[in-house]
Nanobody, 121 residues
Framework: QVQLVESGGGLVQPGGSLRLSCAAS????????MNWYRQAPGKQRDLVAR???????NYADSAKGRFTISRDNAKNTVFLQMNSLKPEDTAVYYC???????????????WGQGTQVTVSS
């Protein structure tokens, strides 16, 4: 089994910062692309940021210049540093990753359970 567990969410004032973490555990051979998504109430789940196994990154327009995605491959962990937070960043943030459990096998897509981020004064 593979589990993705997010942490670091919470309540923050506008203009503040939060750092989300997502640790993958279980039988893991390789972790390919790691992603952060978010879903606000009544809205669809949208991609926020993506990082490949080689470290290439992509961001949603709403995240560019404010959020930074990074990963620690030795610890099977992905991070999302969020600065200059706005009320519209309020959402449940989900970790997502393509993981191969055994060498030579194809990868599967896994989701974490989500962590709530609320930006409010």
């Amino acid at each position: 089994q593979v589990q993705l567990v997010e942490s670091g969410g919470g309540l923050v004032q506008p203009g503040g910062s939060l750092r989300l973490s997502c640790a993958a555990s279980g039988t893991i051979a390789s972790i390919y692309t790691m992603n952060w998504y978010r879903q606000a109430p009544g809205k669809q789940r949208d991609l926020v940021a993506r990082i490949t196994i080689g470290g290439s990154t992509n961001y949603a327009d709403s995240a560019k210049g404010r959020f930074t995605i990074s990963r620690d491959n030795a610890k099977n962990t992905v991070f999302l540093q969020m600065n200059s937070l706005k009320p519209e960043d309020t959402a449940v943030y989900y970790c997502n990753a393509d993981i191969s459990r055994f060498y030579g096998t194809s990868s599967r897509n896994y989701w974490g359970q989500g962590t709530q981020v609320t930006v409010s004064s």
